[in-house]
C-alpha cells in the first residue's frame, strides 16, 4: 500500500514530521509482525498518527519517531495498529539545501588537488564499502574515508619497515 503522509494524519504528527515530511510518500505493509518497527498508530482518537511500535504480548509501548514525547504503554486491545511502514521516497529537489554550499569552493579545490596512486580503493572494495552500509550514503562515505586512512597508516608502517 502506498499513501501520502498527510493521508494519514502526518500533518498533526508533528513529531513525525522531523523524520517523514509533507510530500513523501510511505510505503505501508499491512502486515504486523516483529517489533521495533514504525508503525501507523490510531490510539482510538480517530487521528493515525507515526509511531515507533514495540509489542510484548498485549502490550504495547509507543513512542515518537523523534522519543521527544517518551515511552508510552498501552493495551494491544484498545490501539489499531493500521500498518508498518516499510519505506517512504522524497525528491531530492524538495530537500532544501544549505545556503553557504558554495563557501568552501577553495576546500573542494583541495580535494580535488589529492591524488591517492595507488592507494585508491578497488572498485571490489567499493562495492564491499557500499553493501555494508546497504547503500547508504552518509555510511558509505564514512567508512570509504576510514578505508583510505587505513590503507595511509598501513603505507606508513611498509615505508618505516624499509
Given amino acids: 500500500m502506498l499513501k501520502s503522509f498527510d493521508d494519514l494524519g502526518g500533518a498533526a504528527n508533528s513529531?513525525?514530521?522531523?523524520?517523514?515530511?509533507?510530500?513523501?510518500?510511505?510505503?505501508?505493509?499491512?502486515?504486523?509482525?516483529?517489533?521495533?518497527?514504525?508503525?501507523?498508530v490510531d490510539e482510538g482518537?480517530?487521528?493515525?498518527t507515526y509511531q515507533r511500535v514495540y509489542?510484548?504480548?498485549?502490550?504495547v509501548k509507543l513512542c515518537t519517531l523523534t522519543h521527544a514525547a517518551g515511552i508510552h504503554e498501552v493495551s494491544r486491545n484498545t490501539i489499531k495498529i493500521r500498518g508498518r511502514v516499510t519505506g517512504f521516497y522524497r525528491k531530492l529537489d524538495d530537500v532544501p539545501?544549505?545556503?553557504?554550499?558554495?563557501?568552501?569552493?577553495?576546500?573542494f579545490k583541495k580535494i580535488d588537488a589529492v591524488h591517492t596512486g595507488r592507494y585508491d580503493a578497488s572498485w571490489a572494495e567499493t562495492v564491499a564499502i557500499m553493501e555494508k552500509n546497504?547503500?547508504?550514503?552518509?555510511g558509505c562515505i564514512f567508512d570509504a574515508f576510514r578505508y583510505g586512512f587505513l590503507k595511509g597508516q598501513r603505507?606508513?608502517?611498509a615505508k618505516a619497515k624499509k
Fill in 97 to 107: 539545501l544549505p545556503d553557504d554550499r558554495l563557501e568552501n569552493t577553495t576546500l
Fill in 55 to 59: 509489542i510484548d504480548g498485549d502490550t
Fill in 155 to 157: 603505507a606508513e608502517k
Fill in 15 to 40: 513529531a513525525a514530521s522531523a523524520i517523514i515530511q509533507t510530500g513523501d510518500l510511505v510505503f505501508i505493509s499491512e502486515t504486523i509482525e516483529g517489533s521495533g518497527f514504525i508503525g501507523i
Fill in 134 to 138: 546497504h547503500h547508504e550514503p552518509l
Fill in 45 to 48: 482518537d480517530g487521528k493515525a
